[in-house]
């Protein structure tokens, strides 16, 4: 992306910066519910699934990230651009059918899933300027997974998501979802723990996608809205990282 016109001012960037950062403070909100719903808290979630579940989430989640590299960008020939409500809409649905059956039908469900809010970040990546069929867009989009998850209650310390470019390579993507499968898969470890909750697996799943869809797509607008603001001011990505970071440090404490 080439910066076109003269650079925005400091006045629109510090208030782009505060939408930024209200953005990154909202979007775990959608899983209060969803912990009200199953009861307890999130790290309890992982100890109700099966111990050979929870030692192959990692392979799983990995496996789903590749596939769902392909199907996401494949998508994009046959459905246009979509609005957010829909791939909400969407996993809200996928998410009460895979509950209903129990782990077993949450399990199969979990890669189409994967898949969609894959293509959910890519929509987002759109809304902001940017072409998800370039390599560096559909790489950044899976570090978009590498954001705490919706249930971490994640305070702004950790803004690791949000990359410095790299050259893409087959080796560099391959890397980076290695790096981002094990934070992903106990992300994905809570959803499917939530879908096996006696009688309310099918509202538990649907609350539980529903969550997670919004969570990621308003961290791809923290991503990709940062890239869009650091090539709009004319400013070092690293240096806009740092000022996201503080800006969100400097909200208050209570989600909102």
């Known amino acids: 992306m080439e910066l076109l016109g003269?650079?925005?001012?400091?006045?629109?960037?510090?208030?782009r910066l505060r939408d930024l950062a209200r953005r990154h403070a909202r979007a775990g909100n959608a899983a209060i519910d969803l912990l009200n719903l199953v009861g307890g808290q999130?790290?309890?979630?992982?100890?109700?699934?099966?111990?050979?579940v929870r030692m192959r989430l990692g392979e799983v989640t990995e496996n789903a990230l590749h596939r769902a590299m392909d199907m996401a960008h494949r998508s994009r020939d046959v459905v246009g651009d979509q609005p957010g409500w829909m791939a909400?809409?969407?996993?809200?649905?996928?998410?009460?059918?895979?509950?209903?059956?129990?782990?077993?039908t949450a399990l199969a469900e979990l890669p189409v899933t994967t898949t969609v809010l894959l293509r959910a970040i890519q929509d987002v990546a759109v809304e902001h300027g940017f072409d998800p069929a370039e390599p560096s867009v559909r790489f950044e989009a899976i570090e978009v997974f590498g954001a705490a998850g919706p249930l971490a209650g994640?305070?702004?310390a950790d803004l690791g998501f949000i990359g410095t470019r790299v050259t893409v390579t087959g080796a560099a993507l391959n890397s980076l979802i290695a790096r981002v499968a094990?934070?992903?898969?106990?992300?994905?470890?809570?959803k499917l723990a939530a879908q096996t909750v006696p009688i309310l697996g099918a509202a538990a799943g649907a609350a539980t996608n529903y969550a997670y869809t919004s969570?990621?797509?308003?961290?791809?607008?923290?991503?990709f809205g940062l890239r869009?603001?650091?090539?709009?001011?004319g400013h070092d990505h690293d240096d806009m990282?740092?000022?996201l970071r503080l800006a969100v440090e400097k909200l208050p404490l209570k989600r909102g």
Do not use: C, F, N, W
């Not at 003269?6 to 208030?15: F, G, L, R, V």
């Not at 999130?42 to 050979?52: C, F, I, K, T, Y």
């Not at 094990?182 to 809570?190: H, I, N, S, Y």
């Not at 969570?215 to 991503?223: G, L, T």
């Open 241 to 243: 990282v740092e000022a």
């Open 215 to 223: 969570y990621y797509q308003q961290m791809a607008h923290v991503h």
């Open 154 to 156: 994640d305070d702004g």
């Open 42 to 52: 999130a790290e309890g979630l992982l100890d109700r699934l099966p111990v050979s």
């Open 6 to 15: 003269k650079p925005i001012d400091a006045t629109e960037i510090d208030a």
């Open 228 to 233: 869009r603001l650091a090539i709009d001011a």
């Open 88 to 104: 909400r809409a969407m996993t809200t649905a996928m998410g009460a059918a895979g509950g209903m059956g129990g782990l077993p």
């Open 182 to 190: 094990p934070r992903l898969a106990t992300v994905l470890g809570q």
